[in-house]
Nanobody, 126 residues
Framework: QVQLVESGGGLVQPGGSLRLSCTASGFTLDSYAIGWFRQAPGKEREGVSCIDVTDSDPYSSPSLKGRFTTIRINAKNTVYLQMKRLKPEETAVYYC???????????????????WGQGARVSVSS
């Protein structure tokens, strides 16, 4: 079955860190761009980051100011989202999604994703 599964969500205090995992099954993740998105309660979904097949320069939303890092571990068929200095307003369901195949996918646009995971809930609260 072709799917993406997120894990690692939970409750974290403001200023804390959390790492989310996005593991693929049914396909080889290293051939695709992978994006991270989030949707806070009552708000629209927003793009967080994206890593293309070169892994050379993952894109992160400028609003994050470098607090989030996206890395790919091909041996585990997994992409990780490392989040630091989390804020209460970043409480949301975080999703990973599959973008384009091979070279040429423009991550910075954060569009064109077709396969979505079920989401991981992140709560930032004291």
């Amino acid at each position: 079955q072709v799917q993406l599964v997120e894990s690692g969500g939970g409750l974290v205090q403001p200023g804390g860190s959390l790492r989310l995992s996005c593991t693929a099954s049914g396909f080889t993740l290293d051939s695709y761009a992978i994006g991270w998105f989030r949707q806070a309660p009552g708000k629209e979904r927003e793009g967080v980051s994206c890593i293309d097949v070169t892994d050379s320069d993952p894109y992160s939303s400028p609003s994050l100011k470098g607090r989030f890092t996206t890395i790919r571990i091909n041996a585990k068929n997994t992409v990780y989202l490392q989040m630091k200095r989390l804020k209460p307003e970043e409480t949301a369901v975080y999703y990973c999604a599959r973008g384009g195949y091979g070279l040429g996918f423009e991550c910075s646009v954060l569009a064109g994703f077709s396969l979505w995971g079920q989401g991981a809930r992140v709560s930032v609260s004291s």
